[in-house]
C-alpha cells in the first residue's frame, strides 16, 4: 500500500479534484471505470499530467520495485505478402512487388538456430496473409522449429492470422488453435488489436478481423491455454474515449482468463501508410509525447491488479524515449529482437537489434536493476553484479561500428569509458 511519502510525492495537492480522487483511489488498490480512464487521458494540466505520473510509477514500484525485465528473442517475418489492404501498414506487398519476401521453412529453421546460439529463448514468428499460404503452414512450421529445438519458445501468430489459417484450412478457431499448441505453440502475439472499436476499425481494417472475432480468437486462446500478449495501435484517428474503452474491455477479458501476459502500447507510424497519404488532414502523425506519456501511465492504472507487464516498444520509440517510460508506469522492455521489419517498414527510426549487454547498460544507467525474462514472465537471470556476454549485433547497423550504439546515451557511454 502506499506510505505517506508516496501520497507526498505525488503532488496531489496541486492536482485538480476530479483527476486526484481518481488517483487516490487507484493507490487505494480499486479498480478504475472506463469513464474515469477517459478523465485521466483527456488531462492536459502539468499538475494533472504529474499527479498521474507519479500514480503510475508508485503502482509499477509496488509490483516490482526498481526491475526491468527484457527478454532475448528474435523476430521473424516469414512473409510480407499480404493482400488483407489494412490502411495503416506498409510492410504489406503483392507478390509481384520489388521487395516481397518469402521465407521457406528452412530459411526461418535456420535464423531460429542463429538466434538459439545467441541465447535466445524465444523466435516471435508473425507474417503477412499469403494467398497461397495453405492452412497447414502454422502448424508444419510450429512443429518443425520444435523438431529441431525443443527449448525454444514459440511465440507466434496474430488472431488475423489464426483467424485466416482456420478459414483457409476449415477449421472452428478452437480445433485450430488446439493444432498449434499440440505442435508446440507456446503463446501468442495479441496483435491485430489496433483499436477495438467497430467504426474506427471499419477506417483501419475494413473490419475484416472484427472487435467480435479478435475477442472470440484471443479468449479461446486463452481458454484452451495458450496465453497472449495484448496491444493498442493508437495516434490516428482515435482518441481518449477509445482509448479507456479499448483497455477497460482487454480488463474484462483477463478477468474471465487471466491469459494475458502484458500489454504493449503501440504509436501509429504515418510514413507512407494509405490511411494518412489518402486523408492528411484527417490523420494524425502518430501520438504526441503527453499521449505516449499518458498511455503508459493510465493503461498502468486502469490495469493495475490485473495485468502486471506494462511494456514499452524501443522499436517504435527509440531506446531513449523508450526509457523515459520506465518512470511512467512501464516495467518491461520488450526483446532483443535481432529483426524487426515491420516496424521498419511502417517508418519507425529504429533499428533492428539491441543486444542484451546494451539493454543492460542502459537500465543500469538509469539506476535501475535489469533482469532477463521468460515469455511468460519467469525471471531467467538478474543482471545485479555481472553484465550478459557482450555480442556484436547480429543484425547490420549500416556500416556504424556495432558498439557505437551506447554513445546515444551519454550516461551510459561515459561510465563505460571510464570503466574501460
Ligand atoms: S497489417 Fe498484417 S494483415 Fe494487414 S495488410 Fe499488413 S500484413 Fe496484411
Redesign the pocket.
Known sequence: MNSPADIEATAFTLASNPVRAILERSLEEREISKAEGQVLFEATAPSDLDAIYQTADILKRRVHGDQVTFTVNRNINFT?I?????K??N??KRSDEDGAEWQSVEQVLKRCHEAWARGATEVCIQ???HPKLPGSYYEELCRAIKAELPDMHLHAF?P?EVWYGASKSRKPYREFLEGLKEAGLGTMPGT?AEILDTEIRKQL?KD?LNTETWVEIVRTAHEVGIKTTSTIMYGHIDGPQHWAAHIDLLRSIQKDTGGFTEFVPLSFQHVGTALYTENPDKVRLGPSIDEIDKMHAVSRIMLNGFIDNIQVSWTKLGPSHAMAMLSRGASDLGGTLMEES?SRSAGADHGQEITAYELVQIVRASGRTAARRSSDYRILEVFDDHDPVRLDPLIDRNGADPLDFLSMFPDVSGKLEAAE
Open positions: 510480407n499480404c493482400y488483407m489492404g489494412c495503416f501498414c510492410f504489406a507474417g503477412g496473409l496474430s488475423f491485430a481494417t475484416k515491420i
